[in-house]
């Protein structure tokens, strides 16, 4: 498969916050989804097929973090903002 013609998944709202969900969408693959800070330390584990949502934990803090998204072919790495709220 060449870079150009692989399907990518698409993650929306992104930036996010903290105690949201975001939607992860990747038409016809089932998906491991796992979150990451940019220290490498696990947040989340997620699995679902096509459309997804992700429950952001509350309280994570306003930074970037990493989604490793694997499915049976493709690995892709996405960045995910999550913003400071005011409450």
Excluded: C, H
């Amino acid at each position: 498969i060449s870079e150009n013609s692989a399907s990518k998944p698409e993650l929306f709202p992104n930036p996010t916050v903290s105690g949201k969900e975001v939607q992860l969408n990747w038409t016809n693959k089932d998906m491991k989804v796992v979150m990451r800070d940019m220290n490498g330390k696990e947040l989340l584990r997620a699995t679902g097929k096509d459309s997804m949502a992700i429950q952001i934990p509350s309280g994570t803090s306003a930074g970037v973090y990493w989604l490793n998204v694997e499915s049976e072919d493709q690995i892709v790495n996405m960045k995910l903002v999550i913003r400071y709220s005011l409450k």
